[in-house]
């Protein structure tokens, strides 16, 4: 645990710099109605669910799960934001629009896939109440690792959304419901991003060392869900996203985007902990490696 006194000042001198980030978020976002995305119901509800009412490849159906269950999980979310801030700050507000709008994301997924009948909804509500009830989300200490979890994990939903979209394709809506989310999710990347990028501005070392916690510690939220790890592997051989999308697409550009191996006069803690991020980051490449090979064993075994 990091000092709490060294936590606070940083949550007080972010202040402004919240205050910034969510005016232009504001400013960047636009409303839009979950109604109209959502195309006419093409089965029978009160009949048995069957797969064929929405034929899917077996990873792009985890996609749609997952991607829908981890929407649903705000009220836990929302508790992890209020608690690394204060109610009078600005970043208290900015938790209350952020799940507005991500309540809107569990809306449109939610209602497009009981129009479609892409998941059986009965399997989707039992997952849905398991995943609210057990609350299993990512507990912060402060604004210091708040600000680099969410930022990653927004660019990983995000890459998620849409590349779960482009599997759908244009029929149905899939990639237009999709894509509308993964937009809304690139905003909230673009908060977190900066929000770290003004807490380095304010105390370098003391981030770096929370950053490298962040990274070595990192999983995609969705842990709580039935057959977790099952539905993780059939996304990753979809090529939906795994450790290469994460690796490649999100951590390294994040690091990147943050400075993070161009900071100077470091603590030697900090400097400790960027040494062990350059060793996580070796051994997700060995992670990455194999990962494609199955993804192209993968993809031979069905053509053949």
């Known amino acids: 645990m990091q000092n709490p006194e060294q936590a606070n000042r940083l949550l007080h001198e972010l202040r402004e ?3 910034q980030l969510i005016n232009r978020h504001l400013n960047n976002t636009r409303i839009w109605y979950p109604n109209e995305l ?23 159906r985890s996609a749609v799960l997952v991607n829908q269950l ?6 836990h979310y929302f508790k992890s ?3 690394a801030a204060e109610p009078d700050h600005p970043l208290d507000s900015w938790g209350r629009q952020w799940t507005a709008e991500e309540g809107r994301h569990g809306k449109v997924i939610g209602e497009w896939i009981h129009a479609t009948g892409a998941i059986d909804p009965r399997r989707l509500e039992d997952g849905r109440m398991k995943q609210v009830i057990d609350g299993k989300v990512p507990k912060f200490e402060g ?13 990983a939903t995000k890459i998620a959304h849409r590349n779960t979209g482009r599997k759908l394709g244009k029929e149905r809506g899939g990639l237009e419901v999709m894509g509308r989310v993964a937009g809304d999710e690139s905003l909230h990347e ?22 490298a916690s962040v990274v070595k510690n ?3 939220p969705g842990t709580g869900i039935d057959n977790f790890n099952n539905h993780t592997m059939a996304i990753t051989k979809e090529g939906i996203f795994g450790a290469n999308e994460l690796t490649n697409g999100v951590i390294k550009p994040k690091l990147d985007q943050w400075g993070y191996w161009d900071l100077a006069n470091l603590s030697p803690e900090a400097e400790k902990a960027r040494d062990g991020t350059e060793r996580r980051i070796k051994a997700l490449g060995v992670v990455v490696a194999r990962e494609l090979e199955m993804r192209e064993q993968h993809q031979q075994d069905l053509s053949n």
Do not use: C
Not at 40 to 59: A, S
Not at 70 to 75: G, S, V
Not at 143 to 155: F, K, M, R, T, W
């Open 143 to 155: 604004v210091h690792d708040l600000g680099p979890y969410a930022s990653i994990q927004e660019s």
């Open 38 to 60: 959502i195309p006419e119901r093409n089965h029978d509800p009160k009949k048995p669910w069957t797969p064929d009412i929405y034929p899917l490849k077996e990873g792009i």
């Open 17 to 19: 710099p919240s205050e």
């Open 190 to 211: 673009d908060f977190y991003t900066d929000l770290t990028v003004s807490a380095i501005e304010i105390d370098p070392s003391f981030m770096v060392v929370s950053i």
């Open 70 to 75: 981890t929407e649903e999980n705000l009220p």
């Open 218 to 220: 990192f999983s995609m």
């Open 81 to 83: 934001i209020a608690d």
